[in-house]
């Protein structure tokens, strides 16, 4: 199997996460357990709906579409938000739940492609007074105010600001779901790069980027990368990035495995991200070891 994260990785991003200088960013797998899986809403969805297309009924973005044309924009949106409601929250005292040991850590940013207000939650049940944003990615959000309008806004650890890229569940516009949604984001941040507030960009070129909860496969994670890798390149810090990614499939045998992840260790080395192989389990599980043992 591929290297994964050694001694000195791990000395170096604990050692930014204590200067506060590490910016989670969290995907799906961060919620695994707690939320259902895309996959599994979208079959659901093909099956209730008629979705015609047997060999992408489990995908999300493709089945929101069907249901947006179907019904209307905002259908599958409604859908989403009716089928994430009254869900029961993860418990943020476990030992090592992801919102809350990175709740734990007290940065000032956590950037998350999820709908959810788990972050928040976990912040706030650590006595923290989080601010909750979401990106100005189309037309509808960019007339409704926002903390950024205040040109002296500063990211701080005390109120630390949890920035959704691809909206959240209290704002309806907000979510980018189906295959055209995740187009406009595309084409709307490449046209426009002050659509990431100043204080976010600072923050993807200036501190350690700490992905939690992504497979390479999904889509989500395709356009989150796409569209930061510009700030990644206009970093001058060069600052280590540690990304946690699942496993691309379970069902191919270990040599496949082991080919695909030698290959997306040198595809990510040229944007300085080093991968660590495991689900988000097993990486929490790690660093609060390794965590514990730094104080």
């Known amino acids: 199997m591929p290297d994964t994260l050694n001694d000195k990785d791990w000395e170096r991003l604990i050692g930014r996460i204590k200067e506060g200088k590490c910016t989670p960013i969290l995907g799906a797998g ?11 809403i979208a079959k659901e969805w093909s099956a209730k709906h008629g979705y015609p297309f047997k060999e992408s009924e489990d995908d999300l973005p493709k089945v929101a579409q069907f249901l947006a044309v179907d019904q209307d924009a905002m259908f599958p949106k409604e859908k989403i938000v009716e089928k994430f409601q009254n869900l029961k929250q993860p418990d943020y005292n476990e030992l090592n739940e992801p919102h809350g040991l990175l709740a734990d850590f007290g940065l000032p940013l956590y950037i998350t492609t999820n709908y959810d207000s788990f972050m928040i939650q976990a912040l706030q049940n650590r006595k923290y007074k989080p601010i909750q944003e979401v990106c100005r990615w189309n037309s509808i959000l960019r007339k409704k105010q926002s903390v950024f309008d205040d040109r002296n806004f500063k990211l701080s650890r005390e109120t630390p600001l949890v920035y959704h890229l691809h909206g959240n569940l209290d704002e309806l516009a907000s979510i980018v779901l189906t295959d055209d949604d995740y187009l406009d ?31 390479l496969a999904d889509i989500n994670f395709k356009v989150l990368l796409r569209g930061i890798t510009g700030y990644l ?8 990035i540690s990304v946690q990614l699942v496993p691309v499939k379970e069902n191919v045998s270990q040599a496949e495995k082991d080919k695909a992840q030698a290959y997306l260790d040198e595809y990510f080395k040229k944007i300085d991200i080093k991968v660590y192989w495991g ?15 730094s104080k």
């Open 30 to 40: 961060a919620c695994y357990g707690h939320l259902p899986l895309g996959a599994d």
């Open 233 to 240: 390149e206009k970093s001058l810090t060069r600052s280590h």
């Open 185 to 215: 984001f595309m084409v709307s941040i490449s046209k426009d790069a002050d659509i990431i507030p100043p204080v976010v960009q600072e923050a993807l070129a200036k501190t350690s980027l700490l992905f939690i909860g992504y497979k």
């Open 279 to 293: 689900t988000s389990r097993n990486f929490t599980n790690e660093l609060r070891e390794r965590w514990e043992k």
